[in-house]
Nanobody
Framework: QVQLVESGGELVQPGGSLRLSCATS????????MAWFRQVPGKDREFLAV????????NYADSVRGRFTISRDNAKNTVYLQMNSLRPEDTGIYSC????????????????WGQGTQVTVSS
């Protein structure tokens, strides 16, 4: 059974930092491209960052480029999202996802999803 479990979400002040983790089990982690998405009520799910399993190439949404960093530890089957300079508009539920493609093009290319962790940016 494949499981993706996010952690690290909490209430943080604007300008602060958080590090999210996504621990996986039941899949060959080193053969999956991993990504982070954000969901806000009333809005479409938003892609944030992706890291390829093949060459660890990273890609980011314009809204987070330069502030967020995705990384992976294949020995721990875990993907991370370091978030700096957080803004109120970063508030949402953050979910990780796994794709067997080296270059997934949209959210439909991801086979496995976590339940998400809540991040709230507010003073």
């Amino acid at each position: 059974q494949v499981q993706l479990v996010e952690s690290g979400g909490e209430l943080v002040q604007p300008g602060g930092s958080l590090r999210l983790s996504c621990a996986t089990s039941g899949l060959r982690f080193n053969l999956y491209t991993m990504a982070w998405f954000r969901q806000v009520p009333g809005k479409d799910r938003e892609f944030l960052a992706v890291i390829s399993y093949r060459d660890r190439r990273e890609n980011y949404a314009d809204s987070v480029r330069g502030r967020f960093t995705i990384s992976r530890d294949n020995a721990k089957n875990t993907v991370y999202l370091q978030m700096n300079s957080l803004r109120p508009e970063d508030t949402g539920i953050y979910s990780c996802a796994a794709s067997g493609r080296s270059r997934p093009s949209n959210s439909y290319d991801y086979e496995h999803w976590g339940q998400g962790t809540q991040v709230t940016v507010s003073s």
